[in-house]
């Protein structure tokens, strides 16, 4: 069976730009999350969908944005791009409820770099 | 903060010793899970410890949790040079969302 899979997996973007990242989940899980990890540090929590709804927002600002689809894939945004917002960006999905008493599946990320 | 703190930061054995990764957090937990990240990849799960709960082993892994000093810790028994990576403690609190707060990461170097 398909992992996690993420699109794409390395992007190189100037200040000020926008960017779109994607994500597919397993098949049958309904709950997305994405995930922000810089450099030498453990992913922060960005965002989560469960049945297209938002469940979870992290202290990022309102640049970032997320969607999920009825497919159950997801779309993470990121408006005005700033050098800080370089990092490896992680989608994960979950069975379940969505609510953390399962196990997250990790796809492996799309590198973002800012110019 | 509920932040899961990882002790070492880095730590560096030979094969077929055990190695010891600690995990401190400040606040009550649903669960705790353990993950493991090579360079470049992404995370993968090891275990889920629900608070509940005080040992659970997988294969070569042993978590422990004790949440009345709110830490775990994971060992990892006869290590091989493939079990060089990053290992990341994550804290799932309360509430109904599946919002995992990573600690800072131990990395695991074993020399073979």
């Known amino acids: 069976d398909a992992g996690v899979t993420q699109s794409p997996t390395h992007l190189i973007k100037t200040r000020g730009q926008q960017v779109t990242l994607r994500c597919s989940p397993i098949s049958g899980h309904k709950s997305v999350s994405w995930y922000q990890q810089v450099l030498g540090q453990g992913p922060q929590f960005i965002f989560q969908?469960?049945?297209?709804?938002?469940?979870g927002r992290g202290n990022f600002p309102d640049r970032f944005s997320a969607r999920q689809f009825p497919n159950y894939s997801s779309e993470l945004n990121v408006n005005a791009l700033l050098l800080g917002d370089s990092a490896l960006y992680l989608c994960?999905?979950?069975?379940?409820?969505?609510?953390?008493?399962?196990?997250?599946?990790f796809g492996d990320g799309t590198r973002l770099s800012i110019l | 903060s509920q932040q899961g703190e990882e002790d070492p930061q880095a730590l560096s054995i030979q094969e077929g010793e055990n190695a010891t990764m600690n995990c401190s957090y400040k606040?009550?937990?649903?669960?705790l899970q353990w993950y493991r990240q090579n360079s470049g990849r992404g995370l993968v799960h090891l275990i889920l410890?629900?608070?509940?709960?005080r040992e659970k082993h997988s294969g070569r892994l042993r978590v422990t949790l004790d949440t009345s000093k709110k830490s775990s810790s994971l060992l990892i028994t006869a290590s091989r040079a493939a079990d060089t990576a990053s290992y990341f403690c994550a804290i799932h609190g309360s509430g109904n969302t599946g919002k995992l707060i990573f600690g800072q990461g131990t990395t695991l170097q074993v020399k073979p």
């Open positions: 606040t009550s937990i649903n669960n």
């Open positions: 410890i629900r608070s509940n709960e």
């Open positions: 969908y469960y049945e297209k709804e938002e469940r």
């Open positions: 994960a999905s979950s069975g379940g409820y969505g609510g953390g008493n399962q196990p997250q599946h």
